[in-house]
């Protein structure tokens, strides 16, 4: 990218550089080259107790915060004496499978320090990307959240192969940062942020402090991991970035080497802004109700309509009956008693099972079902109605 196309991004028309107070809900990517010590092999527990004390510090101010934490490949190798380099799959798993411990195991301990309670989540490709999976993750990381919990979410490496797996935490993070509708995605990396050229290699390289859109331009400046022991680098960054902001989500790229990364972030140290013309509330309703193919409907009565106008969820009591063939976690068209559609949303029963929980109270649906169930067909934030 030459200078002139740097400089009329930066200064074609200035966008304003965000401030940390104004997040309410914040994703913290950490990568294995930050939390390990990879020459010693063992965690940098000084380091990792100043950002306990950083993320401390937003959750007491009533912020929610999720953690997506490299680590566990890098501190399992090392319980098992495995070479550095490149693993074969099947030693990356073993030690995927030893290290998942440790990694909870030190993230618990660490906030539950602070008086703060962390819980693990493992995740797959297939989990962000399927909707019924998609929807389990979203419903567990929101209720974990709800109870002031943070959750402390990873790739599954122990059972990911080469074809079903992100391979790298950045676009994991993105996609977990959209899928729990965080509004920003912070993540620490051994870069500063995004320069003009690598700056390992170029003296007249420039930060970039703010990134508008993710341009071809903007792209061209990708280069390849920072570190040898992180499986992303810029070029993955960047992915994570388009991912994150499409679903209306801020991003910012900084140097998590130093101590106090995120208080360093709230002071305005250096660091690249990637920004969102959107929100995640309405990027979300945006893709459910002009992407996704309804696959069925759901008739309400009279008192389900006023209901779902007035912000509230579809209970079972306010359905009249269901057309189609769908499944949990699909689209499906609302429509009021009159035939004509208010709105559309991801079902949380299968065909069958709401047909058969239509119009009982939602304190019915275990004797119905046989099984425990959520007490919404639709919950209001998988849920667009007229003119949102």
Not at 111 to 124: E, F, S, Y
Not at 170 to 187: E, K, P
Request: charged share 25%; with cysteine.
């Amino acid at each position: 990218m030459n200078a002139r196309a740097v400089n009329k991004q930066q200064t074609a028309k200035p966008a304003a550089v965000p401030k940390l107070d104004q997040f309410r809900r914040i994703t913290i990517k950490v990568g294995s080259s930050l939390l390990v010590d990879h020459e010693k092999g063992c965690v940098r527990r000084d380091w990792l107790a100043a950002l306990a004390d950083d993320i401390a510090s937003l959750h007491g101010e009533g912020r929610d915060i999720l953690i997506v934490s490299s680590g566990s490949v890098a501190l399992g190798r090392t319980v098992l004496g495995l070479p550095k380099g490149a693993l074969r799959l099947e030693d990356s798993q073993a030690a995927a499978a030893v290290g998942q411990i440790a990694l909870a195991r030190l993230w618990a301990e660490v906030l539950g320090d602070r008086m703060v309670t962390a819980g693990q989540i493992l995740v797959t490709f297939g989990d962000t990307e399927e909707r019924q999976r998609y929807l389990n993750a979203r419903e567990t990381i929101g209720r974990l959240l709800d109870l002031r919990a943070i959750p402390v979410i990873n790739e599954n490496d122990t059972v990911a192969t080469a074809e079903i797996r992100y391979g790298d935490n950045d676009r994991l993070a993105a996609r977990v940062a959209t899928m729990a509708s965080a509004d920003l995605l912070i993540l620490l990396s051994d870069v500063a942020g995004l320069y003009t050229a690598p700056p390992g290699t170029d003296p007249e390289a420039k930060l970039i402090p703010v990134v508008p859109r993710v341009t071809a331009e903007i792209e061209a400046m990708a280069g390849g991991a920072a570190s040898a022991f992180s499986r992303g680098g810029m070029r993955t960054k960047l992915e994570a970035a388009k991912i994150a902001t499409t679903g209306g989500t801020h991003m910012l790229i900084a140097d998590g080497r130093v101590a106090h990364p995120v208080q360093r972030i709230r002071e305005a140290a250096l660091c690249t802004w990637f920004l969102t013309p959107s929100n995640p509330v309405t990027a979300r309703k945006k893709w459910i109700g002009g992407s996704l193919e309804p696959r069925g409907t759901v008739h309400v009565d009279d008192g389900a309509v006023k209901a779902i106008f007035g912000g509230a969820s579809l209970l079972p009591a306010g359905v009249k009956r269901v057309e189609g063939n769908f499944a949990r976690g699909d689209c499906v068209v609302i429509r009021d008693g009159q035939g004509a559609e208010i709105g559309r949303g991801l079902v949380a029963y299968d065909a069958i099972e709401a047909a058969q929980i239509a119009g009982r109270n939602s304190r019915e649906i275990e004797k119905v079902l046989g099984i425990p169930g959520r007490a919404e067909i639709i919950h209001r934030d998988d849920m667009v109605v007229g003119g949102e």
